[in-house]
């Protein structure tokens, strides 16, 4: 008897795993197909776009204090800089550089369980001598500081 109640109990973990797994799998599914890339992405007029009003997104041209981040200092081309952020984000988990523009870079970075979806960007703006950012989930309401947390590890990065 004793043996049958611990393949029964090996037999529910065993279940609760799998069912655990193909939960993630859909969910990551789910999360893929209804977060496609934003339209507003890009520089236009000199600007990355705006945050929207959710606290999910940080941008150094944000007029407010919970998505403003300062600017990365552009010291030397605009070459060598997108070449040093193109380094960092390439060495950073689970980050594809979508966009490797002269000004310009766009990466997205997914999350480890769920793989939600960040836009990070990018614009070398040599006139003023800085680089702005611009960095916003997809989806959802807050991301924890996820965004202000990983500019703040790229422009560490960048400035040493």
């Given amino acids: 008897m004793r043996k049958k109640r611990k393949m029964n109990w090996i037999t529910i973990l065993v279940s609760i795993a799998v069912g655990i797994a193909?939960?993630?799998?859909?969910a990551r599914f789910?999360?893929?197909?209804?977060s496609p890339m934003p339209?507003?992405?890009?520089?236009?007029?000199g600007s990355l776009s705006a945050c929207p009003d959710s606290p999910n997104c940080v941008s150094t041209q944000g007029q407010d204090e919970i998505h403003q981040i300062e600017?990365?200092?552009?010291?030397g081309s605009e070459a060598e800089a997108r070449?040093?952020?193109i380094a960092i984000i390439e060495e950073m988990p689970?980050?594809?550089?979508?966009?490797?523009?002269?000004?310009?870079i766009?990466?997205?970075?997914?999350?480890?369980?769920?793989?939600?979806?960040?836009?990070?960007?990018?614009?070398?703006?040599?006139?003023?001598?800085?680089?702005?950012?611009?960095?916003?989930?997809?989806l959802g309401y807050s991301d924890l500081d996820v965004n202000r947390n990983r500019y703040?590890?790229?422009?560490?990065k960048f400035d040493s």
Wanted: glycine share 4%; charged share 25%.
């Fill in 22 to 26: 193909v939960l993630i799998v859909l």
């Fill in 71 to 75: 600017p990365l200092l552009l010291e």
């Fill in 30 to 34: 789910f999360v893929q197909s209804s």
């Fill in 106 to 138: 766009h990466a997205e970075f997914r999350s480890f369980v769920w793989g939600f979806v960040d836009d990070v960007e990018f614009f070398i703006d040599e006139e003023q001598g800085i680089i702005h950012n611009r960095s916003a989930s997809r």
């Fill in 152 to 156: 703040e590890e790229i422009k560490a």
């Fill in 94 to 104: 689970r980050a594809t550089v979508i966009a490797n523009e002269p000004n310009y």
């Fill in 83 to 85: 070449a040093r952020l």
């Fill in 39 to 45: 339209s507003v992405l890009g520089v236009r007029d």
